[in-house]
């Protein structure tokens, strides 16, 4: 018999051993919320909304369904139907979730990854990033050092010598062409600054310790409130990124629950994606629902489990702790 494909590609990139030390620690999470009495949920992966934030790209698709052909999204997180499960009364949640990105490939990113995401209703920011400390702490097989929160501004400041509150976005492209090299000509202030972030300052964050950096500015809040930089009075975003061996870890908020300015946040998003060329995206209609009916402020956070696995696990890639990474799916 003719084989119908010589190609090995069928087989997983993760060994079986690994596999078995991943469904390992995912059983330490899911016991690490269980003692704190943090409820495990499930929603659907599929929605009436996606993501406008102008920065990710979601994947959608066409279904039948009880109203005739819809588009639906694939989610980017399960931050849209968790928050709704928040205003009906959940009370604090957890999930480990497929969520989607179109694009993100590479030794961090895959379309397809496993997102822990978790809300606690009535935690700040502080109790927020003590709780994440702990769950690396757990999770991790040796101490990865002690926990040093950062400030946006400084980093910036101190590694590439501008404040990216109040730089020109001219300077901004000149800088990011000189260490990116692409052109950035029509790149907007956030990409610019996203591009200097992920390449000039990453790599430096969260070696010998944990890095929590906060203070981000108030256009990159997304789903999070904002508050004044005591400095100046500049608008920062109340949300913190936790950072470890280069790896961005987690992306927590102080969670937004005025209805009336996420609903204008998303039409805005869709705006700055018209100006970069990029298609709308479907505003998620129940969530804003949600928040107007009242969700009990507290702080979020989603966690990439892959990279954190990758870490445990003394891994190069997260391909090297997935079973089937996208381009063997």
Known sequence: MTPISDSDDWQPTASIETLRERARLMAGIR????????????????????????????????ATTSNGRERLWLQTSPEFHMKRLLAAGSGAIFQLARS???????????????MLEWYRPGFSLIDLIDECELLIREVLPV????????????????????DPFITSLEILRQRAEEIGRLSMGDTDRDGCLDLLMSLAIEPQLGRNGIDVVVDYPASQ?????????PEDGAGVASRFEIYLQGLELANGYDELTDAAEQAARFLNDNLQRESLGKPTVDIDRRLIAALEHGMPAGSGVALGVDRLIQLALGKDSIAEVMAFPSPRC
């Open 100 to 114: 989607f990105r179109d694009g993100e490939i590479g030794r961090r990113h895959n379309l397809e990854f496993t």
């Open 31 to 62: 016991f690490f919320f269980a003692v704190r009495d943090v409820l495990e949920v499930e929603t659907p992966i599929l929605g009436h909304g996606g993501s406008t934030d102008p920065h990710l790209d979601s994947l959608s698709l066409d």
């Open 221 to 229: 809040a997304a789903l999070a409130r904002k508050h004044r930089d």
């Open 143 to 162: 101490d990865p050092g002690p926990l040093r929160q950062r400030r946006y501004r400084d980093l910036f400041r101190e590694t590439l010598d501008i």
